[in-house]
């Protein structure tokens, strides 16, 4: 079974950078992409950034392009998420997943539990 672990969140200032890291376990597709996505309370998830298992492909949500890198290195089963010139708006829980394509959570049916980002004003 896959298994996706997330950690690197925690409390920053405005404009700090954070590290996240999604290690995962269990078998997954050549094809799939891993995905990080973040959520706030109330609001609907969205999609941040994705990376196809040979790094090839990237996509970034365009209000955080420039500021956030994803990168993942096949050899650790782990991919990271460089979040630079945070913003308060940056605040959501960061999940990464994998087993879809693309920036749309449809498909993706493995799930990390999250780890929470604070970005103080």
């Known amino acids: 079974q896959v298994r996706l672990v997330e950690s690197g969140g925690g409390l920053v200032q405005a404009g700090g950078s954070l590290r996240l890291s999604c290690e995962a376990s269990g078998r997954t597709s050549d094809n799939s992409h891993r995905a990080w996505f973040r959520q706030a309370p109330g609001e609907a998830r969205e999609f941040v950034a994705a990376i196809s298992w040979s790094g090839c492909y990237t996509a970034y949500a365009d209000a955080i392009e420039g500021r956030f890198t994803v990168s993942g290195d096949v050899a650790k089963n782990t991919i990271w998420l460089q979040l630079n010139n945070l913003k308060p708006e940056d605040t959501p829980v960061y999940y990464c997943?994998?087993?879809?394509?693309?920036?749309?959570?449809?498909?993706?049916?493995?799930w990390g539990q999250g780890t929470q980002v604070t970005v103080s004003s």
């Open positions: 997943a994998t087993g879809g394509v693309g920036t749309s959570q449809r498909g993706y049916g493995y």
